[in-house]
């Protein structure tokens, strides 16, 4: 098993881009969700889904949108980038909500 | 909201000495995690606490997940350079959904 893969590694925008992260998982785990972490802040959590089809957003979604169509994969789309979004994302992913969630490698992103 | 404050933020430790941190809420987890992360690294799991009381050991990492369900302890025994690395809690509280993670705790030990 792969566990949780993310691309790109690296990333750098330009104020005003948009881009797609990508996030999959092949261990057919229900609970996919999107984390960032800044300097001195830990992991605040963007987004998360319970399912295919379902999603909610978390503590700091503003400026963030995601989709799951399917369980494997689970992309989170900025629109319109800024320079606070400069930051290093982390998808993870569990068997529940409540289960041990296994963190990806992680896409450092940097918005001039 | 939920927050979790971790403790030490950071420390220094020489070689083969025992490490001692914590997290603390004002909220009651049902589930303690807890991670370390390697530089340029996603975090790793290193032990999941469910129950109040309950005491794991994975290796030379102890973690206790504490009695009032608002705090959890990780202890590391004899330390070695390859501990060096930032070790992050999350907490869990049933129907909401999500994990609630500390600041972390960064760890540097002096051979």
């Known amino acids: 098993n792969a566990g949780v893969t993310q691309t790109p590694k690296f990333q750098v925008l330009k104020t005003g881009q948009s881009m797609t992260l990508q996030c999959a998982q092949d261990m057919n785990h229900e609970y996919m969700s999107w984390y960032r972490q800044d300097p001195g802040m830990g992991l605040r959590l963007i987004h998360y889904s319970v399912g295919a089809g379902i999603t909610d957003q978390g503590e700091v979604p503003n400026g963030y949108n995601v989709s799951r169509s399917t369980t494997e994969d689970f992309p989170l789309r900025l629109l319109s980038a800024a320079p606070s979004q400069t930051s290093v994302y982390f998808c993870a992913s569990s068997r529940g909500a409540r289960n041990e969630q296994f963190f990806g490698p992680g896409t450092r992103l940097t918005v001039l | 909201g939920q927050q979790l404050n971790q403790s030490p933020q950071s420390m220094f430790i020489q070689e083969g000495e025992d490490v001692s941190m914590n997290c603390t809420s004002s909220s009651i987890f049902n589930t303690w995690l807890w991670y370390k992360q390697d530089p340029g690294e996603g975090p790793v799991l290193l032990i999941a606490?469910?129950?109040?009381?309950e005491l794991t050991s994975n290796g030379r990492l102890t973690a206790q997940f504490g009695i009032t369900r608002k705090d959890s302890f990780l202890n590391i025994s004899a330390s070695i350079p390859s501990d060096v690395g930032i070790y992050f809690c999350a907490g869990f509280t049933s129907g909401t959904y999500k994990y609630i993670f500390g600041t972390g705790t960064r760890l540097k030990v002096l051979a």
């Open positions: 606490l469910y129950k109040a009381g």
